[in-house]
């Protein structure tokens, strides 16, 4: 078969060799029914497919492409489109594809049972849009969108897959689902319509800079999300790992996420679950407040207000983290941790720092200050502090 068309045909394009370039002109175009408009055989590798003109395969059996060969690289112009049942339908790894045209598959945009890297600054949708193999990275750039009545992105077996969004992804019942193993990453500066499905796996969720419209389901693991200045809806299960949500703005840990940490230098305030929660104040003046639960509760820099409500709470202050506020210390179920002070190592020499003002405790630790509320220096004792240096 020739390197190049130049004008339209209506028969399969077969892909026949190694480390070659084929090109479609812009002119030209490729009609098929129930068949592949281009085959790159299996035997073929390492081959480059320039798409500068449109590709129409029609029927249930109709692909745009199909890709046998391993490490094969798609090009699909700005003024080209695929039109057909699978647009991209690949079963070897190595697989790369750029658009910036427009790839429409009723069923499959791009479906690769293989490791696809797929970049796109174009359009791709189907029934699901992108199915690739979990060990993919796929990028979506600002001007690109994914979009899918089931599914915009699906990355399944494998592990370690990474996804990032600039643009648009949608999907009606899901806007991603990762479900691999190992380490996946999801990174989205751009906008996201619909669910979010994670699998087993370390995941990471960065969208600091996006907006996500939908729940994101973390699955078994222990994953970290890390909020910007849009809320996000997660949904965890019990004993499905220690999570994390790093957040710039005010935030309330739904049930079974096990740590919050308050990033940046805003007055924002955390709030606690019903588990044993592990929450951290930022620079900024924050209230924090452990609600049910055996909390760990650390105010950080800048003057905070702490709650530790249920459970057998633990105070954490450090040296350089300012004026905390303890508002509800229980000296029969709480403890302070006090860490970084020199030559504070035990309660002897603790006592000589803390005296009664007013209604409170105070303990001056050089320019830091923690008062305890309501509480009288005789209800204090070495049991209610640990050190370290």
Request: no cysteine; proline share 1%.
């Amino acid at each position: 078969m020739p390197k190049i068309i130049k004008d339209d045909i209506n028969t399969t394009w077969t892909i026949n060799g190694d480390s070659k370039t084929w090109t479609l002109q812009p002119q030209a175009s490729i009609t098929v029914n129930n068949m592949a408009a281009i085959h790159v055989l299996d035997t073929s590798l390492a081959n480059t497919l320039k798409l500068k003109g449109d590709i129409v395969a029609s029927g249930a059996g109709g692909q745009g492409v199909d890709v046998d060969g391993v490490n094969t690289r798609i090009m699909i112009g700005r003024q080209a489109e695929i039109d057909a049942d699978r647009g991209i339908d690949a079963t070897a790894n190595g697989l790369r594809v750029i658009n910036k045209g427009e790839i429409d598959g009723l069923h499959y945009g791009i479906a690769n049972s293989g490791s696809s890297t797929i970049r796109n600054s174009g359009d791709i949708s189907g029934d699901s849009a992108i199915s690739t193999l979990g060990t993919s990275k796929v990028i979506n750039s600002e001007d690109g969108m994914i979009q899918g009545d089931f599914a915009g992105v699906i990355m399944t077996a494998g592990s370690n897959a990474m996804l990032t969004n600039h643009g648009l992804i949608s999907g009606n019942d899901f806007a991603i689902r990762m479900l691999t193993g190992g380490e996946n990453e999801l990174v989205n500066t751009g906008t996201i319509h619909g669910n979010i499905l994670f699998g087993v796996g370390d995941d990471l969720l960065d969208s600091r800079k996006g907006t996500i419209d939908g729940t994101v389901a973390g699955g078994d693991g222990d994953d970290v999300y890390r909020i910007g200045k849009n809320d996000i809806s997660i949904v965890e299960e019990a004993d499905d790992g220690f999570d994390t949500v790093y957040s710039m703005i005010s935030y309330e840990l739904s049930d079974d996420i096990e740590q919050l940490i308050l990033t940046g230098k805003r007055d924002v305030d955390a709030f606690g679950n019903d588990d044993d929660n592990v929450l951290v104040g930022n620079k900024g003046d924050n209230h924090i407040r452990g609600r049910g639960g055996d909390d760990e509760i650390a105010g950080g820099r800048g003057d905070d207000q702490l709650w530790g409500e249920a459970g057998n709470d633990t105070f954490i202050f450090k040296i350089g983290d300012g004026q905390d506020t303890i508002q509800d210390f229980d000296a029969g179920d709480d403890r302070i941790h006090l860490e970084g002070f020199e030559g504070l190592t035990d309660f002897a020499a603790l006592e000589s720092e803390m005296f009664k003002n007013g209604s409170d405790v105070w303990i001056e630790l050089g320019d830091d200050v923690l008062i305890l509320r309501n509480t009288d220096t005789s209800e204090l004792d070495a049991s209610h502090f640990s050190f370290a240096a």
